[in-house]
């Protein structure tokens, strides 16, 4: 007779997402989120396209911590700063980056380098050479640009932010 248990949980032949062994054990998705422990490896493909990666790999350190500590910005932000400097969990990743994407990052870097600069030549130009009626415009309008070019760098050069 066979063994059968109506009241064993039901089996299933479906994959749960996640790798038992190899180069990515770790590491899987969910939905469209990559989601890896501490300590994984990622393999050595592009996080942007998943083409190889030729062994080209960015470091970079991942901190962060539950997001109920937020509340403590409300009471005060130097408390917040300094809870969230002790609670935090950090992990150190290497992430591939196929050439294409690389050189992309490449480019954002230089362009809001290039532009934060030059927002900050008009600030000092046009504070120094510009009438006394328009330096405070000129200054003002430098600002704005060499703010635009540090938030270009910042966002269109990100790796990937932890979530």
Known sequence: MPEFNPYAPP?????????????????????????????????????????PADGLRLRRNLSWHPAAWYVLLAISPLLYILVALIVRKTAKIQVGFCEEHRARRRRA???????????????????????????????????????????????????????
Do not use: E, H
């Open 11 to 51: 089996r299933s032949d479906v994959s749960s997402g996640r790798t038992p062994a190899g180069d990515d054990a770790g590491v899987w998705k969910s939905g469209k989120l990559l989601v890896m422990t501490k300590d994984a490896a990622l393999p050595d493909r592009c996080v942007r396209c998943n083409q």
């Open 109 to 163: 870097i230089s362009m809001g380098w290039l532009v934060s600069l030059a927002g900050l030549a008009l600030m000092i130009g046009l504070g120094v050479a510009a009438p006394d009626q328009y330096t405070g415009m000129g200054i003002l309008i430098g600002v704005v640009i060499l703010f635009i070019g540090i938030l270009y760098g910042v966002i269109d050069a990100q790796v990937t932010p932890p979530k």
